[in-house]
């Protein structure tokens, strides 16, 4: 089982608003972004994200995702019936969720949202980061990371500067 974070952060590490909004990251969409992004897609086979993350996602205009999506809350109790067969609900620690999606079949799995990925670090149950960083500075809002009780180190694999002024840096978790 592989786990990978892909996610956007501001240059002072914030991945929104204190309100939780992402329109700020709208302005740097492009095509190379978005092939970028695509190309990611295409490596995974499950995305896991939390409650937060989905009521982002399920106020867009259409729902983002083709992979198949588990929603990690421990409130929600049944999702839309629109996306009963794109999403199930889980209500478990980061561990035991790839334990369960493996079991399933499951090998590669995109981590998304700010709580869930923290979790996951915290636990040591991230295998790469895949971090966008954007020319700006929220100053305050939503932050990529939260305190770990160790030290976690990565190895950095690449970094790519793209023409809108984003640049995407690869890490692999180092064991």
């Known amino acids: 089982m592989r786990t990978t974070v892909y996610i956007g952060t501001s240059l002072d590490g914030f991945i929104a608003e ?30 896991v994200i939390g409650r937060r993350t989905f009521e982002t996602v399920i106020a867009f205009p259409s729902w983002p995702y083709t992979t198949k999506v588990f929603l990690l ?50 636990e040591d149950c991230i295998d790469e980061l895949i971090i966008t960083r954007v020319p700006l500075m929220l100053g305050s809002g939503v932050p990529l990371f939260g305190v770990l009780d160790r030290e976690l180190r990565f190895q950095h694999i690449t970094t790519t500067a793209y023409s809108n002024g984003l640049v995407k840096s690869r890490y692999e978790r180092i064991r």
């Open 18 to 47: 204190k309100n939780r909004t992402i329109d700020w990251l709208t302005e740097f969409e492009s095509a190379e972004i978005g092939d970028s992004y695509k190309e990611f897609i295409r490596t995974i086979d499950a995305i």
């Open 73 to 122: 809350s421990k409130t929600i109790k049944q999702v839309p019936d629109a996306l009963r067969e794109k999403v199930t609900l889980l209500s478990m620690e980061p561990k035991e969720i790839l334990r369960y999606l493996s079991s399933q079949g499951y090998s590669h799995i995109y981590v998304d949202g700010g709580n869930v990925i923290q979790g996951f670090l915290r």
